[in-house]
């Protein structure tokens, strides 16, 4: 009975370590992939540009905020609108100079805080972030911006979001910059000593669903890029539908702009790839 009793006791014992590892896991894994704050560093009257400060909310009724910028009026490509879904740290104040040169390109722009950035309620989750994009995306409908008007952007994390927005609803283009394959890929690569990929609650799973996207695709990366690899963007190029265009940015994970005419110059041209692909007849199923 007693060596019955010690190998019961250990079996328990390693129970409960396995548990509190994958409690631990999990809870470092919700602090690794966000990191929202909520200060707005900067205000949108910054850009000096007419813009609107909106308050929409998720279908869950999270009460989400977001800056909305009109295209110029006299541009030929103001029915276009860029929905930005940005990255998963600090919040839409830190990513104005993106704006600006968006705008540059003659379209309009909306960015937005995902639950739990910025003057949005809540905190973050995979579905939340989701929900956030299509919150969004319902407010641009609601403001008479057509789908195939309407380009979703991911930049790094919100690349992941942005895949899944297009599978949610129809837009007319999908940008993906700095962005990875799958966010179990990228940890298994930061942290090869982790099981990764097995206990990743946030999937992320670009590649896997851009297959079954059938709009226009733009990928930019940097090969400098020092958290993202350069391959992830190859990767996700090569199972993206076409027409598809691939812009090789400079500068690291964190300054997409380090080029900013190279940049520039990768929108326009996609946006170009839009106005093409909008005369053509509607692909059948």
């Given at each position: 009975m007693r060596p019955d009793g010690r190998i019961g006791r250990?079996?328990?014992?390693?129970?409960?370590?396995?548990?509190?590892?994958?409690?631990?896991?999990?809870?470092?894994?919700?602090?690794?992939?966000?990191?929202?704050?909520?200060?707005?560093?900067v205000q949108p009257d910054s850009l000096g540009r007419a813009f609107e400060s909106v308050t929409f909310e998720a279908s869950?009724?999270?009460?989400?905020?977001?800056?909305?910028?009109?295209?110029?009026?006299?541009?030929?490509?103001?029915?276009?609108?860029?929905?930005?879904?940005?990255?998963n740290g600090g919040n839409i104040s830190h990513r104005v100079e993106l704006y600006r040169a968006l705008l540059e390109c003659g379209v309009a722009v909306f960015a937005f805080d995902y639950r739990g950035y910025g003057c949005s309620r809540g905190s973050p989750s995979e579905e939340g972030t989701y929900r956030d994009a299509q919150g969004a995306y319902?407010?641009?409908?609601?403001?008479?911006?057509?789908?195939?008007?309407?380009?979703?952007?991911?930049?790094?994390?919100?690349?992941?979001?942005?895949?899944?927005?297009?599978?949610?609803?129809?837009?007319?283009?999908?940008?993906?910059?700095?962005?990875?394959?799958?966010?179990?890929?990228?940890?298994?690569?930061?942290?090869?000593?982790l099981p990764v990929r097995r206990l990743a609650r946030n999937k992320y799973n670009t590649r896997g669903k851009l297959p079954q996207i059938h709009v226009p695709?733009?990928?930019?990366?940097?090969?400098?890029?020092?958290?993202?690899?350069?391959?992830?963007?190859?990767?996700?190029?090569?199972?993206?539908?076409?027409?598809k265009l691939f812009c090789e940015l400079e500068g690291d994970h964190n300054n997409p702009l380090s080029n900013r005419a190279r940049f520039v110059t990768g929108i326009k041209q996609f946006l170009q790839l839009l106005e093409t692909h909008r005369r053509q007849p509607a692909r059948a199923e």
């Amino acid at each position: 009975m007693r060596p019955d009793g010690r190998i019961g006791r250990l079996v328990v014992i390693c129970v409960l370590g396995v548990m509190i590892i994958c409690l631990m896991l999990h809870w470092l894994e919700q602090r690794l992939v966000y990191f929202p704050t909520r200060q707005l560093v900067v205000q949108p009257d910054s850009l000096g540009r007419a813009f609107e400060s909106v308050t929409f909310e998720a279908s869950d009724g999270t009460q989400l905020h977001g800056w909305f910028f009109p295209a110029d009026t006299n541009s030929p490509r103001r029915r276009f609108v860029v929905l930005v879904c940005h990255g998963n740290g600090g919040n839409i104040s830190h990513r104005v100079e993106l704006y600006r040169a968006l705008l540059e390109c003659g379209v309009a722009v909306f960015a937005f805080d995902y639950r739990g950035y910025g003057c949005s309620r809540g905190s973050p989750s995979e579905e939340g972030t989701y929900r956030d994009a299509q919150g969004a995306y319902h407010w641009l409908r609601k403001n008479g911006f057509e789908p195939d008007g309407i380009v979703a952007y991911g930049e790094s994390l919100g690349g992941g979001v942005v895949s899944e927005l297009a599978l949610r609803e129809k837009v007319g283009g999908l940008v993906i910059q700095s962005s990875f394959t799958s966010l179990a890929d990228v940890g298994a690569e930061l942290m090869p000593w982790l099981p990764v990929r097995r206990l990743a609650r946030n999937k992320y799973n670009t590649r896997g669903k851009l297959p079954q996207i059938h709009v226009p695709v733009l990928v930019m990366h940097s090969r400098a890029d020092e958290l993202v690899g350069f391959h992830h963007a190859e990767a996700n190029f090569a199972v993206a539908n076409d027409p598809k265009l691939f812009c090789e940015l400079e500068g690291d994970h964190n300054n997409p702009l380090s080029n900013r005419a190279r940049f520039v110059t990768g929108i326009k041209q996609f946006l170009q790839l839009l106005e093409t692909h909008r005369r053509q007849p509607a692909r059948a199923e």
